[in-house]
């Protein structure tokens, strides 16, 4: 089992800026990725960015050259630095983290969830 505790959420004006955090605990394998995923009101959990142990990073194409992810793997801890945050950004954003076994997901796990609210 795999603890996801997510922190930085909040209420930013529009080109505004926040850093979201996660840390995991528990049965993390050596080989994982770790991600932020978001659900807006009345629509499906999408993609943000995420990133493997080895670093390699993939973002959804409304937030690339915006949000950038990171993460320390001795402290099992992702982050996710939000900039030029926009309305449309308005969202629950919820961290996974899936470890790989074989080449292949073993396990997914998620966060409970940080509200993220672009507005003037």
């Known amino acids: 089992q795999v603890t996801l505790v997510e922190s930085g959420g909040g209420l930013v004006r529009p080109g505004g800026s926040l850093r979201l955090s996660c840390t995991a605990s528990?049965?993390?394998?050596?080989?994982?990725?770790m991600g932020w995923y978001r659900q807006a009101p009345g629509k499906g959990r999408d993609l943000v960015a995420r990133?493997?142990?080895?670093?390699?990073?993939s973002y959804a194409d409304s937030v690339k050259g915006r949000f950038a992810i990171s993460r320390d793997n001795a402290a099992n801890t992702v982050y996710l630095q939000m900039s030029s945050l926009k309305a449309e950004d308005t969202a629950v954003y919820y961290c996974?983290?899936?470890?790989?076994?074989?080449?292949?997901?073993?396990?997914?796990?998620w966060g409970q969830g940080t509200q993220v609210t672009v507005s003037s």
């Open positions: 528990g049965s993390i394998f050596s080989i994982n990725a």
């Open positions: 990133i493997t142990t080895s670093g390699d990073t």
């Open positions: 996974n983290l899936d470890n790989f076994r074989g080449g292949v997901i073993w396990s997914k796990y």
